[in-house]
């Protein structure tokens, strides 16, 4: 409301500054020299009144059906009408619905037990609404996970990342420094480049709609170093023509990774076969792409936080779906955290009184518990929709609007200004 009231003020200034001149230089112009009297449109000849006769006209005159005045009209005319398009087509906001939030899959060659696994942060650097983002990707061993898998990390580990987007670039893999605050503050760490990480011959490889990130890290449980992965992204999409756009950020959490690391292990597909692929009693899928793949448990991450970095651009929380819930460092970050359990799963012809299992599965169809319910609700993945503002946008809507009310304003004022001397011109050849 205080936008479009601030609008509609400059819109007012302007043209108000333009017609106070135009008024001002009138004054100047009709001040500024004698009114011409006005010629007597009867004489007195021998003693009557008689019709005066208009004098002939001159060689200079101009020609019979031209009118003064008509091309300033059509220049003020053709001023209105531009700059109203122009105002539409500068000022218009291109309105998007929030798309499918697909998750970021990790799978580390050491499987994790539910809630006991890796922890994945982003750091996403906005700069401009015209560039691709930074992205900087850390996965971090809990401490859990380091205790139940120490010695079978001992030597080497490997961590595969399937990223949504098979359009990455300038990728880059390294080391981070301390794992213990690499979750918590992802924009701290670099991709330091060590003998102790090797890429594996996955690393890069694109697949159906998944970009592998694959590594092999030698005494991965001596040292505890974050992996961290460095690429751009094209995360963004035009909101408006004068600094708006819309930052599209994964998930990191929760059933949509386990697709990404299904895909990842090459059980994805568009239609499910129990006999050829790890079956289960539940599946996810992604309605973009139309792939989908078996659940399970092991292959969820179950915590996540995403950062985004804009400098002195803005996250218009307002806006975004879902908002921010929290501030890493200064900057808007987004929190995730499920707690992915074992299924329970019975037919319905075989459930007792007192049965209280997660997943009850009939002749067509199923029904889940009201205990699934209530989680799969209140969780957060750490996706969002979120529309980021450049530190200039409200600057240059401020002067678009100014603009478009100097030349509206001009315009208008041309089409008066013809209209008036025409009008003038006509009471002239009156008297004459």
């Not at 983002?133 to 850390?138: A, I, K, N, S």
């Not at 889940?368 to 319910?373: D, H, Y």
């Amino acid at each position: 409301m205080a936008d479009t009231l601030t609008a509609l003020l400059l819109f007012c200034a302007g043209a108000a500054l333009v017609l106070a001149a135009i008024v001002w230089l009138r004054g100047r112009r009709s001040g500024s020299r004698t009114p011409a009297r006005r010629p007597r449109r009867f004489v007195r000849v021998d003693g009557r009144r008689r019709l005066r006769r208009a004098p002939p006209a001159a060689a200079s005159d101009a020609p019979a059906g031209w009118r003064p005045g008509v091309g300033v009209a059509l220049v003020g005319l053709a001023l209105v009408v531009g700059s109203l398009g122009a105002g539409l087509y500068l000022l218009s906001v291109e309105e998007a619905e929030t798309p499918e939030h697909r998750g970021i899959g990790v799978l580390p060659s050491v499987e994790a037990r539910p809630r006991r696994g890796l922890a994945v942060s982003t750091a996403v650097r906005v700069t401009s609404c015209s560039k691709p983002v930074q992205v900087t990707l850390v996965v971090t061993g809990s401490t859990e996970y380091w205790v139940d898998h120490r010695d079978e990390l001992r030597d080497h580990g490997d961590v595969q990342v399937g990223v949504p987007d098979l359009n990455l670039h300038n990728i880059e893999a390294g080391l981070g420094v301390d794992g213990k605050t690499a979750p918590i503050a992802p924009w701290t760490e670099e991709p330091n480049r060590t003998a102790e990480l090797v890429k594996l011959p996955t690393h890069e490889k694109k697949l159906q709609s998944v970009t592998v990130l694959g590594v092999r890290v030698r005494h991965w449980s001596r040292h505890l170093r974050p992996v961290v992965f460095r690429f751009g992204a094209d995360w963004l999409s035009r909101r408006d023509r004068l600094g708006s756009c819309y930052l599209s950020l994964p998930a990191l959490a929760g059933p949509t990774t386990v697709l990404s690391a299904q895909e990842v292990r090459g059980q994805a597909r568009r239609e499910l076969d129990c006999e050829k692929l790890d079956c289960s009693i539940e599946d996810v899928r992604s309605s973009k792409t139309g792939l989908r793949a078996y659940y399970h448990p092991r292959y969820e991450t179950t915590r996540g936080l995403a950062v985004a970095l804009t400098g002195s651009n803005t996250v218009r929380a307002d806006l975004a779906s879902p908002p921010p819930d929290g501030n890493s460092g200064g900057s808007q970050s987004w929190t995730c955290a499920t707690r992915p359990t074992a299924r329970t799963f019975k037919f319905i012809e075989n459930v007792r009184r007192g049965d209280d299992p997660d997943v009850v599965e009939g002749e067509s169809s199923g029904a889940v518990s009201i205990r699934r319910l209530s989680g799969a609700t209140s969780e957060r993945n750490c996706a969002s929709f979120a529309v980021i503002e450049e530190a200039t946008a409200q600057l240059r809507r401020d002067v678009t609007l100014l603009l478009l009310g100097v030349l509206i304003s001009a315009g208008v004022t041309l089409m008066v200004e013809a209209w008036l001397a025409r009008r003038t011109r006509r009471d002239e050849n009156m008297g004459r």
